[in-house]
């Protein structure tokens, strides 16, 4: 049995209520412990709120919420009101409501307060103190209030979930959510289960079911796809997707996810021109970011050019002549130009509502969404409204990296069976017929659900192979807690690290002082990459390809290009191509190493790390500019990072550009910065591949010299560093270090300031609260 700690308990998706403690009903209570004010006393409740908004451990909209709470009814329990403050506080960490249970049984674990860079000097009362004599039946008898809470439909703020009424007798799980985040996951339980009960409907569906038809699947598929001895799960995934108006497809990097999709929507596009061949589907393809999007058109691009299209339209053609007269030559389109989920949906400034909507659908056959896992509720709810009844979703993603930044873990909910399959009998003889290989017999389960059959894992990665240390390390971290022991795990975690693979370099710091000024091998390794980490001072590896890999580098490397290669006595305006294709080098440059932390504060968060990073980067003559200008100013060479879509500038959260200095035209020989970000359509436009902003007119950006694991995701670079903190820390978990390594492509250095710290982060895993039940 599995000790490994999770962050959270929470309802199985499927159904089946993990087993949880309860100490709050059953503990000896102290007699010397008196109860907190704060639990019987509104003002006493009020006051504390004021404390911990102070501080900085709640936010002034949590202390709003309970002060409207507080007049719109007088008479509510205070209890009543703490458990919406703790419930609107909890959606700031990604929670969609707060799990009653969780909280009593490690209240400052479960709230994660105090927060990350409290120093608790005089802190006010921790959760664990105010909770301490709160027992859950005193609590969940306190949540009902007529006016201000409900357990469903209806129009008070608060929603109450009772996991008996949902998992019967047995189960105390309790959930309190605000409304909104409520109708959030029924709407997502809804959509999704209408998908799936109509997914045999072959009159909503783009193919039918004859024989024909099923045999173009099968032939569709075999041109497609090599021929293997075992099962091929991209196959498999393309064939299970064709048969669902909602597709799920998960995998870890390198696993062909982009392939399969680009492959499956050929398929589709095939079928669908066998039945109507005047009328091919259309296909969208969307990621919530614009980074992630950009990044998805650069692949989707390449795969696309490698599709066997004649092949297929032969195929076509010789099983259903007379319908495809009317066809084109080229009728087989799959289209590469990639959108955010924003612009998808029409974002209307300054509100939370788009212009496709339930009322208003999206104008489309099929939706490809790729990095769901950066997809939260509210948008994932937002797009499965605007979707057409008719149309066709699919989800591409890692289950097991991090969720959104915002509320939700959708996709994670969604595959938290996908390791077994659980695929039916039905399921089973579907795929072996289509793809003419059995489904291996442990991913068979009578009692399959039906969200079980609309997802496929792909489980052989074409990126890591037995012989990358960057694989192995994440396949060893990745193992589910319930797998092996907390023990066992570490074992293999620091195996990995042993071996002595060409790939990986294992760096700890602070091995006398543990001060970041003092330590100069985390100076190293941001300015040259410290080569001398790996084998052969990264030298002479190839890839699957054969091809040489560049060794390692650092910082030094995109600002040596960014000065070596400054176009000369040449104005700006002038020379527009000669420009865009210095700052495409640079920013090419600049993916070729990047330092991920997981803390934000501090001197080992972003905020310490990019003031250091900088100023060593300085010292090596690489960067020029006092310490308040590296702080807080503009200067050449800064790396940026846009937080808040703008949508004038064309600009969305995640972007990145490099502040180059280009010649002034009003002040001949002298110089004026201007910020380059890759264009958003750079693969379909060649003319301007480079958006170039003034600094001036930039108002959410970051220097990310050191970036959040949470900000790479959707990213990927040849060398990528990963730094964990000097102390554990709630936020390090198995996801987070499992994300942050699978951002490097060729090269990962493993940095921890203080040995010890990985065993703690591996063994930790989140468990984000939902109510996500069976679909």
């Given at each position: 049995?599995?000790?490994?700690?999770?962050?959270?308990?929470?309802?199985?998706?499927?159904?089946?209520?993990?087993?949880?403690?309860?100490?709050?009903?059953?503990?000896?209570?102290?007699?010397?412990v008196n109860?907190?004010?704060?639990?019987?006393?509104?003002?006493?409740?009020?006051?504390?709120?004021?404390?911990w908004?102070?501080?900085?451990?709640?936010?002034?909209?949590?202390?709003?919420?309970?002060?409207?709470?507080?007049?719109?009814a007088?008479d509510?329990?205070?209890?009543?009101?703490?458990?919406?403050?703790?419930?609107?506080?909890?959606l700031?960490?990604?929670?969609?409501?707060?799990?009653?249970?969780?909280?009593?049984?490690?209240?400052?674990?479960?709230?994660?307060?105090?927060?990350?860079?409290d120093?608790?000097?005089?802190?006010?009362?921790?959760?664990?103190?105010?909770?301490?004599?709160?027992?859950?039946?005193?609590?969940?008898?306190?949540?009902?209030?007529?006016v201000?809470?409900?357990?469903?439909p209806?129009?008070?703020?608060?929603?109450?979930?009772?996991?008996?009424?949902?998992?019967?007798?047995?189960?105390?799980?309790t959930?309190?959510?605000?409304?909104?985040?409520?109708?959030?996951?029924?709407t997502?339980?809804?959509?999704?289960?209408?998908?799936?009960?109509?997914?045999h409907?072959?009159?909503?569906?783009?193919?039918?079911?004859?024989?024909?038809?099923?045999?173009?699947?099968?032939?569709?598929?075999?041109?497609?796809?090599?021929?293997?001895?075992?099962?091929?799960?991209?196959?498999?995934?393309?064939?299970?997707?064709?048969?669902?108006?909602?597709?799920?497809?998960?995998?870890?990097?390198?696993?062909?996810k982009?392939?399969?999709?680009?492959?499956?929507?050929?398929?589709?596009?095939?079928?669908?021109?066998?039945?109507?061949?005047?009328?091919?589907?259309?296909?969208?393809?969307?990621?919530?970011?614009?980074?992630?999007?950009?990044?998805?058109?650069?692949?989707?691009?390449?795969?696309?050019?490698?599709l066997?299209?004649?092949?297929?339209?032969t195929?076509?053609?010789?099983?259903?002549?007379?319908?495809?007269?009317?066809?084109?030559?080229?009728?087989?389109?799959?289209?590469?130009?990639?959108?955010?989920?924003?612009?998808?949906?029409?974002?209307?400034?300054?509100?939370?509502?788009?212009?496709?909507?339930?009322?208003?659908?999206?104008?489309?056959?099929?939706?490809?969404?790729d990095?769901?896992?950066?997809?939260?509720?509210?948008?994932?709810?937002a797009?499965?409204?605007?979707?057409?009844?008719?149309a066709?979703?699919?989800?591409?993603?890692?289950?097991?990296q991090?969720?959104?930044?915002?509320?939700?873990?959708?996709?994670?909910?969604?595959?938290?069976?996908?390791?077994?399959?659980?695929y039916?009998?039905?399921?089973?003889?579907?795929?072996?017929?289509?793809?003419?290989?059995?489904?291996?017999?442990?991913?068979?389960?009578?009692?399959?659900?039906?969200?079980?059959?609309?997802?496929?894992?792909?489980?052989?990665?074409?990126?890591?192979?037995?012989?990358?240390?960057?694989?192995?390390?994440?396949?060893?971290?990745?193992?589910?807690?319930?797998?092996?022991?907390?023990?066992?795990?570490?074992?293999?975690?620091?195996?990995?690290?042993?071996?002595?693979y060409?790939?990986?370099?294992?760096?700890?710091?602070?091995r006398?002082?543990?001060?970041a000024?003092?330590?100069?091998?985390?100076?190293?390794?941001?300015?040259?990459?410290?080569?001398?980490?790996?084998?052969?001072?990264?030298?002479?590896?190839?890839?699957?390809?054969?091809?040489?890999?560049?060794?390692?580098?650092?910082?030094?490397?995109?600002?040596q290009?960014?000065?070596?290669r400054?176009?000369?006595?040449?104005?700006?305006?002038?020379?527009?191509?000669?420009?865009?294709h210095?700052?495409?080098?640079?920013?090419?440059a600049?993916?070729?190493?990047?330092?991920?932390c997981?803390?934000?504060?501090?001197?080992?968060?972003?905020e310490?790390?990019?003031?250091?990073?900088?100023?060593?980067?300085?010292?090596?003559?690489?960067?020029?500019?006092?310490?308040?200008?590296?702080?807080?100013?503009w200067f050449?060479?800064?790396?940026?990072?846009?937080?808040?879509?703008?949508?004038?500038?064309?600009?969305?959260?995640?972007?990145?550009?490099?502040t180059?200095a280009v010649?002034?035209?009003?002040?001949?020989g002298?110089?004026?910065?201007?910020?380059?970000?890759?264009?958003?359509?750079?693969?379909?436009?060649?003319?301007?591949?480079?958006?170039?902003?003034?600094?001036?007119?930039?108002?959410?950006?970051e220097?990310?010299?050191?970036?959040?694991?949470?900000?790479?995701?959707?990213?990927?670079?040849?060398?990528?560093?990963?730094?964990?903190?000097?102390?554990?820390?709630?936020?390090?978990?198995?996801?987070?270090?499992y994300?942050?390594i699978?951002?490097?492509?060729?090269?990962?250095?493993?940095?921890?300031?203080?040995?010890g710290v990985?065993n703690?982060?591996v063994?930790?895993?989140?468990?984000?609260?939902?109510?996500?039940g069976?679909?």
């Amino acid at each position: 049995m599995s000790n490994s700690r999770k962050e959270f308990h929470t309802p199985d998706l499927f159904g089946a209520p993990p087993e949880t403690e309860q100490p709050t009903e059953n503990r000896a209570l102290s007699p010397q412990v008196n109860a907190h004010p704060a639990l019987s006393d509104t003002d006493a409740l009020l006051a504390l709120c004021e404390r911990w908004v102070a501080r900085g451990w709640l936010k002034d909209l949590d202390r709003a919420l309970v002060r409207f709470l507080a007049v719109e009814a007088p008479d509510a329990s205070p209890l009543l009101l703490l458990a919406a403050a703790l419930a609107s506080h909890q959606l700031g960490r990604g929670h969609v409501c707060l799990d009653l249970n969780a909280t009593l049984s490690a209240p400052d674990f479960a709230l994660s307060l105090p927060p990350e860079g409290d120093d608790l000097t005089d802190p006010p009362p921790l959760p664990s103190e105010v909770l301490a004599t709160l027992t859950l039946a005193k609590w969940q008898t306190a949540l009902h209030h007529p006016v201000l809470t409900s357990e469903g439909p209806g129009n008070t703020p608060l929603v109450v979930a009772n996991a008996a009424t949902q998992h019967g007798e047995g189960s105390h799980t309790t959930r309190l959510y605000l409304r909104r985040y409520w109708q959030y996951e029924q709407t997502l339980h809804q959509e999704i289960a209408n998908r799936l009960a109509t997914s045999h409907d072959s009159e909503r569906l783009p193919y039918g079911e004859s024989a024909d038809s099923q045999r173009l699947l099968k032939q569709a598929l075999d041109t497609l796809f090599t021929p293997t001895d075992t099962l091929d799960w991209q196959k498999a995934a393309c064939a299970l997707a064709a048969r669902s108006r909602f597709g799920v497809i998960t995998g870890g990097p390198g696993t062909g996810k982009t392939t399969t999709v680009v492959r499956l929507l050929a398929l589709l596009q095939t079928l669908q021109l066998a039945q109507a061949p005047s009328q091919p589907l259309r296909i969208r393809l969307a990621a919530p970011t614009g980074k992630a999007a950009a990044r998805l058109n650069e692949s989707i691009a390449g795969q696309v050019n490698n599709l066997p299209i004649a092949q297929l339209e032969t195929l076509l053609n010789e099983q259903f002549e007379e319908r495809l007269n009317a066809a084109s030559a080229s009728a087989i389109a799959i289209p590469t130009e990639v959108t955010t989920l924003h612009r998808l949906l029409g974002a209307r400034a300054d509100t939370r509502h788009f212009r496709h909507n339930a009322d208003n659908p999206l104008a489309l056959d099929v939706l490809v969404v790729d990095e769901a896992s950066m997809v939260d509720i509210e948008m994932m709810t937002a797009v499965l409204s605007a979707l057409p009844a008719q149309a066709q979703l699919i989800l591409l993603g890692d289950k097991d990296q991090l969720a959104s930044v915002e509320a939700g873990a959708v996709l994670g909910d969604l595959c938290r069976r996908a390791d077994a399959a659980h695929y039916t009998q039905e399921t089973a003889q579907w795929i072996e017929h289509a793809t003419g290989q059995p489904l291996p017999p442990e991913y068979l389960d009578p009692h399959g659900q039906p969200l079980d059959q609309a997802i496929t894992m792909l489980r052989v990665s074409h990126r890591f192979n037995a012989q990358s240390g960057i694989g192995q390390l994440a396949q060893a971290i990745n193992q589910p807690g319930h797998v092996q022991s907390e023990r066992e795990k570490q074992q293999a975690v620091h195996s990995v690290l042993r071996h002595g693979y060409p790939d990986l370099h294992h760096l700890v710091l602070g091995r006398h002082s543990g001060h970041a000024d003092e330590d100069s091998e985390l100076d190293k390794l941001v300015t040259s990459g410290s080569p001398g980490g790996f084998l052969n001072n990264g030298e002479g590896r190839t890839n699957h390809k054969g091809e040489l890999i560049a060794p390692p580098t650092g910082y030094r490397h995109y600002l040596q290009v960014l000065k070596q290669r400054r176009p000369q006595g040449l104005s700006f305006e002038e020379n527009t191509n000669t420009y865009h294709h210095w700052a495409s080098e640079v920013l090419n440059a600049y993916s070729h190493f990047q330092l991920l932390c997981a803390l934000r504060k501090g001197p080992w968060g972003v905020e310490g790390l990019n003031l250091r990073i900088a100023k060593t980067l300085r010292r090596e003559k690489l960067l020029l500019g006092s310490d308040h200008t590296l702080e807080n100013g503009w200067f050449e060479g800064r790396p940026v990072m846009v937080t808040q879509n703008d949508y004038g500038l064309k600009l969305m959260n995640g972007d990145i550009g490099i502040t180059m200095a280009v010649p002034d035209p009003r002040a001949p020989g002298r110089t004026l910065l201007r910020v380059a970000f890759p264009s958003t359509s750079a693969a379909n436009d060649s003319e301007n591949p480079i958006h170039w902003v003034l600094p001036s007119r930039l108002h959410a950006v970051e220097t990310v010299f050191a970036m959040t694991v949470h900000k790479s995701q959707g990213s990927e670079f040849q060398h990528t560093a990963l730094l964990l903190p000097q102390t554990p820390n709630p936020i390090l978990t198995r996801e987070l270090v499992y994300t942050g390594i699978t951002r490097a492509r060729d090269w990962l250095t493993l940095v921890e300031v203080k040995r010890g710290v990985l065993n703690e982060a591996v063994t930790r895993e989140v468990m984000r609260v939902s109510g996500m039940g069976c679909i």
